[in-house]
Antibody, heavy 112, light 108 residues
Framework: VQLVQSGAEVKKPGASVKVSCKAS????????LHWVRQAPGQGLEWMGI????????TYARRFQGRVALTRDTSTSTVYMELSSLTSEDSAVYYC??????WGQGTLVTVSS | EIVLTQSPGTLSLSPGERATLSCRAS???????LAWHQQKPGQAPRLLIY???SRATGIPDRFSGSGSGTDFTLTIRRLEPEDFAVYYC?????????FGQGTKVEIK
């Protein structure tokens, strides 16, 4: 099982970022996929979860309205888009399939 | 939202010793949907345990998870040098998941 994420991003305040997570080694539609972030020197923060089978989604309350998870079942890929970025969104963003594996992480830096 | 409280914050032990990490939930965790993750500096987290007690693929059997309801434990039977790291618990039994704040296992 592998979760491979897209590369590092540098964004300006107010912009949006879209990070991808491509799954392989298992049947994509059978496992929920989570997004988690970690700010520098901080713990893990859960952002949301997507069911690849039917596309249903739950977001953490603090990200409601600012985050969007989508999927492409033809490529076994899940996308996380975060909008209205501020410096506090500078973090490493991970995808996770509990019972399998973590992605390698994507560093997002928000700076003017 | 279920709050997970991990204790202790830091555990100072020597290689070969046994480590016992606690994760307490503010409400019962449904169907033991509790996972443990290990993270070393500069690395992505690694899944150790899911379903409260099932080891993930490739995880040595010195790692074991136990517990149900609101009290869960991660035990490392004999600490190896590579086990010194930060450990997080995660509950995924509700629509809104949460993580504990982490326990750092450091070399004494």
């Amino acid at each position: 099982v592998q979760l491979v994420q897209s590369g590092a991003e540098v964004k300006k305040p107010g912009a949006s970022v879209k990070v991808s997570c491509k799954a392989s080694g298992y049947t994509f539609t059978t496992k929920y996929l989570h997004w988690v972030r970690q700010a520098p020197g901080q713990g893990l923060e859960w952002m949301g979860i997507l069911n690849p089978s039917d596309g249903s989604i739950t977001y953490a309350r603090r990200f409601q309205g600012r985050v969007a998870l989508t999927r492409d079942t033809s490529t076994s890929t899940v996308y996380m888009e975060l909008s209205s970025l501020t410096s506090e969104d500078s973090a490493v963003y991970y995808c996770l399939v509990v019972s399998y594996a973590w992605g390698q992480g994507t560093l997002v830096t928000v700076s003017s | 939202e279920i709050v997970l409280t991990q204790s202790p914050g830091t555990l100072s032990l020597s290689p070969g010793e046994r480590a016992t990490l606690s994760c307490r939930a503010s409400q019962s965790v449904s169907s033991s949907y509790l996972a443990w993750h290990q993270q070393k500096p500069g690395q992505a987290p690694r899944l150790l345990i899911y379903g409260a007690s099932s080891r993930a693929t490739g995880i040595p059997d010195r790692f074991s998870g136990s517990g149900s309801g609101t009290d869960f434990t991660l035990t490392i039977r004999r600490l190896e040098p590579e086990d010194f790291a930060v450990y997080y618990c995660q509950q995924y039994g509700t629509s809104t998941n949460t993580f504990g704040q982490g326990t750092k296992v450091e070399i004494k």
